[in-house]
């Protein structure tokens, strides 16, 4: 499981401002087989910046506009370790009845931001324990957001698992990506 942070060129990555061309691209970089189950992430934080989370390390080189990459292996976080978390994402909400089973139908509406508090302790549920959050409204439809905040790890692999599936709608396009790193000492 890796972490790659990717050099773009905003002049060279001509097209790879559209969520689903960028997703394309870095589907294609991590894993040229379409028809795989590879996990893959990815956000792009500014113009110049491009952070993938997958399976396999991504041949970056394959990524329009890349200039360079910085690629670790995903940071394990022990249980009790106090972290800091940011994550982009569009949260949203099932939207009107549900089946005959009791799941919720497939539509789904964006969420309030009263909702956000609730919705964020129920999908990091498990995993982290939310001491502070925050957010930021990027745009889009659904409307993105720009979570951050502190945390304790609760359980180190249900973490790792959130990392790598991601979190809220949008996992393809560019959103959901769950970016964790020891907070430091005060």
């Given amino acids: 499981m890796y972490l790659a942070r990717i050099n773009l060129d905003p002049k060279r990555s001509t097209g ?11 589907r ?3 894993d040229p087989d379409a028809g795989s189950d590879a996990r893959v992430l990815w956000a792009r934080l500014s113009p110049s910046t491009l952070v993938v989370s997958s399976d396999t390390a991504p041949a970056w080189g ?7 990459a910085a690629i670790h292996p ?3 976080h022990p249980e009790g370790e106090a972290v800091r978390w940011e994550l982009i994402t569009a949260p949203t ?6 089946t005959g089973d009791g799941r919720p139908r497939g539509k789904r509406a964006p969420l309030a931001e009263e909702g956000f508090e609730d919705w964020l302790a129920d999908k990091l549920a498990g995993a982290l324990d939310v001491t502070s ?6 745009g889009g439809r659904p409307a993105r957001y720009h979570f951050t905040g502190e945390a304790v790890v609760r359980d180190s692999d249900a973490l790792q698992e959130l990392c790598l599936d ?3 709608a949008g996992t393809a396009t560019g959103a959901g990506l769950l970016l964790v790193s020891p907070l430091a000492p005060q």
């Fill in 16 to 26: 790879m401002d559209q969520w689903a061309a960028m997703g394309r691209a870095v």
């Fill in 28 to 30: 294609k970089a991590v």
């Fill in 62 to 68: 394959k990524v329009p506009g890349a200039t360079s």
């Fill in 74 to 76: 995903m940071s394990r």
């Fill in 93 to 98: 909400a099932p939207r009107g009845a549900e």
């Fill in 133 to 138: 959050a925050k957010w930021k409204r990027l």
């Fill in 166 to 168: 991601g979190i809220g």
